[in-house]
RNA sequence: GCCAGCAUGGCGGAACUGGUAGACGCGCUAGACUCAAAAUCUGGUGGACUUACGUCCGUGUCGGUUCGACUCCGACUGCUGGUACCA
């Protein structure tokens, strides 16, 4: 009989789900192993081939785990709130619950029809009520604890649409749905003060086992800086600037000041300010530029100094001048910078376009040219009791000085801002706060929770960039939860980032509705000890994720406080033709035509042999095609079995199969784990008759990749038993040492002649063998010999 | 600009801590089977020279360290990702 998947697959897919074979046993004997998946957003599209390829790696250690004994979570949930599913639902008349009902069912057969291994029985979906009650929850936490405020910000808002938009629909400064130029506006908004947390999620990262690019983008994204705050005086006045500097040390260089478009000073100090008019229209600009064009056109620093308004140099007493310049931002640091032209190249950029005095204070460079920016081995000039000090010894030098005159001191400053937590939509969790116009805000109580979506006709948003909750009156009208006295709820929805900060928290108890989960269940199943995910999410959702769940851990809900063990990311899927997949370039392959046309088995090899899988790789038909074919191969070997014991040399190449594929699915070397596979059945196929035991093996180990067919061809063999609890093939150390190695004769590191000898030949022996060649003697050809460098087990090298 | 990563046959990719470059797959090619084709099986397949045995060259470019470099170091080029005037 011929292999067909179109059979075998559904068989199998209905005997594993109808029985929920793969179903998490809470509080079982067995180890625990939690592999997470980053969970999908259901589009109406279906899965795409990067999804595959994201849970294939897990989907595998998952079945490993299951077969070496341990009770696996491997759970999968969706991921639901957001914009796509809200506009096609006002494109299509749609309401997005519907949507999004419809999307989920679609993605959960797509994902049956491949026979991944989820629980299926734990499904979180981020709009459930059930669910979001928690998220909601949660939020009320932060609240409480003072890490969730409101404050003014601008945000992206098309004056012809009356909508706020997200920076995606705002992209080079036009409005996505009509073009019109898109202005910034001022308003009240929720924050996160994920700041708070900087310090812990730095200092979790040392546990995190992972690769160290995605260690160093989380720490780069943290952006944590040492240096010094200094406080500048204002001449003639009660004001000061305070600045944050890395480079204390050139204190004695700044000769100007800058400070941002947007600082307090200009609006204190107003009265002093000469030249307001200049100001207040550069200020004007600053704030009609998008945030584009004040990052992109870097070339021109433009600035206005202030007249009228002078600041004292700490160091060198002397007065400086001020300019307000939209290179200085205000949310980074103070707002304020010393300008040093000598050793920063944006200050000597604006010093040189508005003339401005440079002094040199790090000698090693010629300031007038360009800054010096060395800190190894510049010295300290012109710089009063520091001068003749290197870099190292005159930051600290300088911040004591500072300490002691009481001017400043050492300060830590991070990249990270609080995370803006607000949309102004109508698909998402609505946040859960009354506005009381004698309370003031007021969390709403915790057995009022959830706040519920209100079931509408019209979700578009409502004019003046407000939500479309606001519109709504039954929803918006309510009494104050603290005094009883009429109130308005808060109408901005959660960002998607909200309902995915906990998600994995909730798989460990789905149902529950006292709790967002048992804490005796999180105790058994977290950590999460494998975490797959997208590149591209390394640095905001893991890092918000792991700040929720540190802060959760601090108020006591979760019994650990990092909630990963090792974080591991794929790489892109390419078209076939090495460009990203889209659909405008026509390039994009739909998994679910492979599983059609080569069976799912053949979908699932593939797409982990396709290459390296941290690396991104262009899509190959022809790939498939033989990933189908080794599916054959191993098929058609079961009608070449035999009883008889496998010979000492075919046991050799089973054991050495399983120790390598054992090592490599541990190192995500998923690719090369299937070489290995393909090299056993290469081999085996190669035999006159095939040895049942070591088939086996071949079967259990192919098993994770290729689930179905191995089934069916267990089955086939006469076992009762599924694969799925299967003991996992162990290597036996005997079969693993050669008594013989082939080592290679090289004379002056070019090879030269091969030989087998045995595994413990002394080196003496080796010398004269290599040395007694025929081959090497022609390459020798009577020159002295320097030196013969043996390396056992490897090589032996004569230099001549 | 800065940070990180990558660069290996016709193609996707292997090569552990420096030690036989090109595993495995695709493609191509010759042969077997077939009336024929498909499928399958067997052999070959980095380049140049050579009747052959072989020899030389070869891991983006240039240089260095080493008995020995795809691997380490320095400079450069190109591509990918992240970030954005970060003080």
């Known amino acids: ?273 000469r030249n307001k008019d200049a100001i207040d229209r550069y200020r004007e600009q600053a704030r009609h530029k998008s945030e584009f064009e004040r990052t992109q056109l870097v070339k021109d620093k433009t600035g206005v100094r202030l007249d009228g308004l002078e600041a004292i140099n700490p160091g060198t007493k002397k007065r400086i001048p001020i300019f307000v310049a939209d290179y200085v931002m205000m949310g980074y640091g103070t707002g304020a910078i010393m300008a040093v032209p000598g050793h920063d190249q944006r200050d000597h950029d604006f010093a040189k376009t508005h003339n401005l005095d440079i002094v040199e204070v790090i000698q090693g460079g010629d300031v007038t040219e360009a800054a010096y920016t060395d800190t190894e081995t510049g010295i300290l000039v012109n710089s009063d009791f520091l001068n003749g000090m290197d870099v190292k010894e005159a930051i600290p030098a300088t911040i004591d000085f500072l300490e002691k ?70 929803f918006v009208n309510t009494t104050c939860p603290r005094c009883g006295k009429p109130a308005k709820r808060e109408t901005d929805t959660m960002p998607q980032w909200a309902g995915s900060s906990w998600y994995f928290l909730r798989y460990t108890d789905p149902k529950n509705a006292k709790a967002l989960a048992d804490y005796k269940k999180l105790t058994y199943w977290m950590n999460v000890d494998w975490y797959n995910g997208g590149m591209e999410h390394v640095t905001r959702h893991v890092i918000y994720s792991r700040f929720w769940h540190l802060f959760l851990h601090d108020i006591g809900v979760t019994p650990m406080g990092e909630p990963y063990k090792k974080r591991t990311a794929q790489g892109l899927i390419l078209g076939p033709d090495g460009d990203k997949m889209s659909k405008s370039k026509g390039n994009v392959v739909n998994p679910m035509d492979i599983v059609e046309r080569f069976g799912a088995d053949t979908l699932r090899l593939y797409i982990l042999f396709i290459g390296d899988y941290e690396q991104s790789t262009p899509w190959s038909e022809s790939g498939v095609k033989g990933a189908r074919r080794f599916l054959d191969k191993v098929w058609r070997l079961a009608d070449h079995l035999t009883d008889d014991t496998p010979s000492t040399e075919v046991l050799k190449i089973v054991h050495k199969t399983i120790n390598g594929v054992n090592a490599d699915i541990e190192a995500s070397k998923f690719n090369t784990a299937i070489s290995k596979l393909m090299t056993l059945a290469n081999d085996l196929s190669a035999l006159e008759v095939v040895p049942k035991d070591a088939f086996e093996n071949l079967l259990r180990l192919l098993h994770p990749f290729a689930p179905h067919i191995t089934e069916e061809l267990n089955e086939r063999l006469g076992n009762r038993e599924s694969l799925t609890f299967a003991a996992y093939p162990k290597p036996d150390p005997t079969y693993l040492v050669d008594d013989t190695i082939t080592m290679v004769i090289s004379v002056n590191g070019k090879v030269r002649d091969k030989i087998e000898v045995a595994k413990d030949t002394p080196r003496e022996t080796l010398e004269s063998l290599a040395l007694d060649s025929e081959k090497t003697q022609k390459f020798i050809d009577g020159k002295p010999i320097k030196k013969v460098i043996v390396v056992p087990g490897k090589l032996i090298n004569i230099v001549v």
Request: with cysteine; proline share 6%.
């Open 1 to 273: 009989m011929r292999y067909n998947p179109k059979t075998i697959e559904p068989k199998w897919q209905k005997t594993w789900y109808d029985n929920n074979v793969f179903a998490a046993v809470d509080f079982d004997d067995k180890p625990k192993y939690y592999a997470l998946v980053e969970f999908p957003y259901p589009s109406g599209t279906g899965m795409h081939v990067g999804h595959i390829r994201a849970y294939t790696s897990l989907e595998i250690v998952a079945r490993k785990r299951r077969m070496e004994g341990h009770n696996v979570l491997f759970p999968i949930g969706f991921d639901a709130f957001g914009l796509p599913t809200e506009n096609y639902a006002m494109q299509a008349k749609i309401h997005p619950r519907t949507v999004t009902d419809q999307n989920i069912e679609t993605f959960t057969k797509q994902l049956k029809d491949v026979g991944f291994s989820f629980d299926f029985d734990r499904v979180v979906d981020t709009t459930d009520p059930d669910y979001y009650k928690w998220t909601q929850w949660i939020f009320l936490k932060l609240f409480e604890h003072g890490l969730a405020y409101r404050n003014k910000t601008d945000v992206n808002y098309c004056p012809s649409c009356k909508v706020v938009l997200s920076n995606e629909e705002s992209q080079g400064g036009a409005c996505d749905r009509c073009d019109s130029p898109v202005v910034q506006k001022e308003k009240d908004v929720w924050f996160l003060k994920i700041t708070a947390y900087a310090e812990k999620l730095l200092d979790g990262l040392k546990d995190l086992e992972t690769l160290p690019r995605i260690k160093t983008e989380q720490e780069n994204w943290i952006g944590r800086s040492v240096g010094a705050e200094i406080t500048f005086a204002v001449a003639d006045t009660d004001e000061s600037l305070r600045v944050f500097t890395t480079r204390p040390d050139t204190l004695f260089g700044a000769t100007f000041m800058v400070i941002a478009p947007e600082h307090p000073l200009l609006e204190k100090a107003r009265g002093k300010i």
């Open 405 to 474: 005159e009481k001017l400043g001191s050492r300060a830590i400053n991070y990249k990270m801002k609080d995370w803006a937590f607000n949309r102004q939509r109508y698909w998402g969790e609505p946040i859960p706060i009354v506005h009381c116009d004698d309370c003031g805000m007021v969390g709403v109580n915790e057995e009022d929770l959830p706040v519920t979506l209100p079931a509408v006709e019209r979700f578009e948003p409502a004019a003046d960039g407000e939500s479309p909750l606001a519109a709504i009156d039954d």
